[in-house]
Structure formats: C-alpha cells, structure tokens
C-alpha cells in the first residue's frame, strides 16, 4: 500500500474486489437448492444480522458530531437494518423449519463477535471491513442466488435474500465513501477485518455442508486435483 489518500483507497478496492471475489465463487458452490442447506445459512444468518443494528449504533456513536455526516449515515444505515433478522426467520418458517433446529455454530458466534473488538477497539473504520464483505457479496453474487432460490423454494422462502440483492447496492456505495476520507492505518485494519471475516464466514458455509453431508442432505465439494 502506498501512503497517499488515492493510492490507499485503490489499494483497499483491489484488495476488496480481489477477496469478495473468492467468497463468492464458495458461496455460488454452495447447494442453495438443498432446502436443509438453504435453512441452515438463514439460521447462521439470523444469528448474524440481529447484532448489526447494535453494531451500526456503536458506530454511529463513535463518529458522534465531530464526523457528522459518517454519523448521519451510519444512523440512516441502521434504520434500514431494523427488522431484517426477522424477514430471515419467516424464510426458515416458509421452508418448515424452525430457528431451535439449527443451533448457533461457533464459526458465526467468532465472526459476530469479533466485529465488538474491532468497534470498541479500533474504532469505526476497520468495522466497514466485515460490512462490505456482506454487502459486497450480496451485490457480486445476490441477484443470482436469490433467482435459484426463488426457482427452488418460492418466493415466500426468498424474502431475505431478496431484500439484501437489492438493498446493499446503495449500502456498499455507503460503506466506500466512509473509506474515501480514512486514514492510511485505518484502512489497513479495515482489510485485516475483511480478511478474518471472510475465512470466518467461509467456515460457515464448510460446516454447514460438513454437518449435512454426515445425514446425506448435501454432497460435499469435491477438492480440485
């Protein structure tokens, strides 16, 4: 990374783009049309976003009216967000699924709380790291997962995913224009964030095959020779 505001932030954006990249091409592997598989990523999901309005208020507070307008932003973020953990056990319902079914993994108990640390810790900056690999995923890869999901299960069981598709286009768009005015430092810890959160969220996605694979709902990935 070179120590100058654009080279920082064109570092940050190849390095995102290069990353998200990976994940997604895990997460297109990944047999969405299983409707066990497919109830088990919901779950590990609700586990998730019913942190992420007290994460964005953490935020917000920690910007307060010296960085008014990252404040402003990250408040109207968080109004969005408000009901969203919710639309995620509808889906699990329509699919005739309940939340007790799927206990919460370890990998996603990590990957929540990591994101406190890097809040209280480090400050609001490095936090966007996890934001934009959620928000950055859904807009690489959510349109088509959301069309084989609505194709295999119905639109009554693709509330949640349709709704991030869409959603996160203009939250992404939010996420780099907080990075545009970061320092050289924060944007080093945001891509140290980016990173733990995608090895992270990629361990969900293995346990969840590794767990199913074992009754013989889904068919593990073969390893490349």
């Not at 349109?143 to 949640?160: D, T, V, Y």
């Amino acid at each position: 990374m070179k120590n100058g505001k654009k080279d920082d932030v064109q570092w940050m954006q190849a390095q995102f783009e290069r990353r998200v990249a990976k994940l997604a091409d895990i997460v297109r592997a990944f047999p969405w049309e299983d409707r066990a598989a497919y109830a088990a990523w919901l779950a590990q999901t609700y586990y998730l976003v019913r942190h992420t309005t007290t994460f964005l208020a953490l935020k917000a507070a920690k910007y307060g009216p010296a960085e008014l307008q990252n404040h402003l932003g990250v408040l109207h973020h968080l109004r969005e967000e408000i009901g969203h953990p919710q639309v995620a056990l509808k889906d699990i319902q329509a699919l005739g699924f309940d939340i007790q079914n799927f206990p919460e993994m370890t990998e996603t108990r990590l990957l929540w709380q990591n994101q406190y640390y890097w809040i209280e810790h480090e400050g609001p900056i490095p936090h966007t790291g996890y934001s934009l690999m959620l928000e950055g995923l859904a807009v690489v890869a959510g349109p088509e997962i959301a069309a084989r999901i609505l194709s295999a299960h119905g639109k009554a069981a693709a509330g949640f995913l349709g709704l991030h598709a869409e959603a996160d286009v203009k939250h992404l768009e939010m996420g780099n224009r907080e990075l545009a005015g970061a320092s050289h430092a924060a944007l080093e810890r945001t891509y140290e964030n980016l990173e733990q959160s995608c090895l992270l969220y990629e361990a969900i996605f293995e346990r969840i095959r590794a767990q199913l694979a074992k009754i013989g709902t889904v068919v593990p990935l073969k390893k490349a020779a």
